[in-house]
């Protein structure tokens, strides 16, 4: 996982109001999809995977966030 | 952290909208992590919505039910019990030594940041946890001069709820023993420890009377007191169409889905529960009714 492309994308989403709202109007099916495409567009190394596997983490972290 | 939330708040409780708000994926990948000296100058970076009214309330006595009436106004935010501001009000006792007026800044800069217009709303409530009132001086510092309610409900009926199903607020230690008087740890797990929790909110909203700008709303008045002594108090306007809004909202069970009974209840509930409330609210009760409806200027 490429956490440095990660890492580059954020930056660029949240310097950029319209590029956020872009992509929080995604549907869920498309989102994946679109984040690696920008990501490419702003020459951010960010894989399907990387996607994948961050939103997974994401998920399971927002669960445990009382007990851990 | 922070998530992007396009949508209004319309869940009864803000830790449902924060739910959904982090089920979606743009947050799951892009919600922020700041540090707490990002609330610094929150409050004149966008756009705010300045508060109209707060909420206070001794728990189980139709607060969520006022919220839930406001929040069905087109022109208010309503947040109903923000985690994030119990968290501050927290650091009050959790860190002594954070001066005053960094925290008041902090709580301005986070009641602006959660408070934004997202569809043109005009007007923000605070519903804050049943707790809360025990700082109410603190909140009228950060918010001098923004009325407020306290919301109270006949002691047995608030206890027999508590009995089916406590509420966090009741549970040994989640509250500062210190606001209760409680020296002893022993007293955490006396029979009497949710009565005198209770109690100590509506001793807490009889105490803070002096801030002004309170009044005191009797459960047994509502829904109605929420389209007629309420929103004179928060300045609402009514028009017949708000109006609607708020009975159609008053309609909806706002709790049913929370709630699930106790498996077992006390075999002794009637007699508990009319001890507790005979020694510990009877009192409190009858100063908040002698005060209801009444705004306090």
């Known amino acids: ?68 | 952290m922070w998530a992007r939330l396009d949508e209004p708040f319309t869940e009864p409780f803000f830790e449902q909208t924060a739910d959904r708000a982090m089920r979606r994926p743009f947050n799951q990948i892009f919600a922020r992590r700041t540090s707490l000296a990002a609330l610094d100058d929150a409050a004149t970076r966008a756009p705010a919505i300045p508060p109209s009214g707060f909420i206070f309330h001794m728990s189980r006595c139709g607060s969520t039910l006022i919220a839930q009436m406001l929040a069905g106004l087109p022109s208010a935010v309503v947040l109903s019990e923000p985690q994030p501001l119990d968290a501050l009000i927290r650091l009050r006792r959790g860190a002594p030594n954070l001066p005053e007026e960094t925290l008041l800044r902090w709580f301005r800069g986070m009641v602006s940041a959660l408070g934004r217009p997202r569809r043109g709303e005009q007007r923000l409530f605070v519903k804050f946890h049943a707790w809360h009132v025990l700082e109410l001086p603190f909140i009228a510092r950060a918010f001098p001069g923004v009325p407020w309610l306290f919301v109270f409900r006949e002691p047995r009926a608030v206890l027999r709820s508590q009995a089916r199903n406590a509420g966090p607020e009741l549970l040994a230690g989640m509250i500062d023993p210190a606001y209760l008087g409680i020296q002893d740890p022993a007293e955490l797990a006396s029979p009497d420890y949710g009565a005198r929790v209770v109690a100590s909110f509506c001793d807490a909203a009889l105490r803070h009377r002096a801030v002004g700008r309170g009044m005191f709303v009797d459960y047994a008045a509502l829904p109605g007191a929420v389209t007629s002594h309420v929103s004179e108090f928060f300045a609402l306007p009514r028009s017949a169409a708000d109006t609607q809004r708020m009975h159609e909202a008053a309609l909806r069970d706002t709790k049913a889905a929370l709630t699930a009974p106790r498996l077992h209840a006390p075999q002794d509930g009637a007699a508990t529960v009319e001890h507790m409330a005979a020694t510990w609210l009877d009192a409190p009760y009858a100063a908040l009714r002698a005060l209801a409806t009444t705004p306090q200027s």
């Open chain 1, 1 to 68: 996982m490429s956490r440095e492309g990660l890492e580059a994308l954020r930056a660029c989403v949240y310097a950029d109001p319209e590029l956020a709202r872009g992509l929080n109007g995604l549907a869920d099916a498309r989102f994946g999809a679109e984040v690696v495409r920008a990501a490419a567009e702003l020459r951010c190394d960010v894989t399907d995977d990387d996607v994948r596997t961050a939103i997974a983490q994401a998920r399971e972290a927002w669960m445990l966030r009382w007990i851990l």
